[in-house]
């Protein structure tokens, strides 16, 4: 993700009575079509995320426990890894709270967040230095976005963090980014919050990199919607997964997902297009574009959408 400092404060994870529903803490029907279809396989929760959403650590469970029903090993955080039967979405079964999140991207990248997560996953600390310029393929994603836009568009980065990886940093009329933390924001972004986001100001309304972590996808769609006019294009961008690149349109991958870590939903195609539905959004384009960075290959999925 570009930042760490997306929103995932949406209002679905207040427990207050004037919400209609409560949210399901675990997933019972599909984060983005609501189908009730899901295959399931035991995982395991990597042991970071594990500690610092519910404080687990891992544990070895030795002969001198004494008990005889339980095997030796190490244990770790269980989980499940759900796939919708419908859109073909797979995700974890655990949505997070919102405290949980903060517990989770507190001091995201930040000098102990790296020295913590290095002791689980060594070599982690070198890897976060790669993410502290602007990140080469955004040209890319300026490009295609381009044509769609005026010249100077205004924009709006939705969850943006400092603005670093926002498209048309260098070339628009007017950069906001609407973001909870107190990061510095670069040069030439200004910051809002969600009472000066003035619905149809923007041209472009960008959310990227973001909804892979969120444990309510829709939720933050819905609240994105009231930034969109007439005329406003929304830009939502995800990775395509290795996971769901390898095996496209399979609704068999639940038990070939073992482990989660930050990215929590792995997203077709299909089940982007059933969120912008839901959210009362028409897809104006989409794209695959490939990643590479020299030291991370990938893919991005990108949609282009529009107020229905
Ligand atoms: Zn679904």
Known sequence: MSSPEFLWSNTYNEWSPEHMESPELIAGSCICCDGNRLSKSPAVLMPFVALRVFGHEPLEITADWGLRDLRQGMAYTLCNSLQCQGCGALFLDYRFT???????????????????????????????????????????????????????????????????NTPFLLQHSLLHVHDISAVELVKGAERVGPEQVVKGRYDLVVCSQVLEHVSFPLALIEEIHAALGPQTLLYLEVPHEALMREHRGSLDLARLKRHWHEHVNFFSEQSLHCLLDRAGLVLVDSYFLPVNLGWRQGEVMGVLARRA
Not at 144 to 155: D, I, S
Request: hydrophobic content about 35%; proline content about 6%; cysteine-free.
């Open 98 to 164: 919102d405290k949980q999140m903060t517990a989770l991207y507190q001091g995201y990248r930040d000098e102990s967040y790296t020295r913590q997560r290095n002791h689980f996953e060594p070599g982690y600390a070198a890897v976060a230095e790669h993410y502290r310029g602007r990140e080469a393929y955004i040209s890319d994603v300026e490009a295609w976005l381009a044509p769609h836009l005026p010249a100077l568009p205004a924009v709006l980065d939705w969850g943006g963090g400092s603005g670093i």
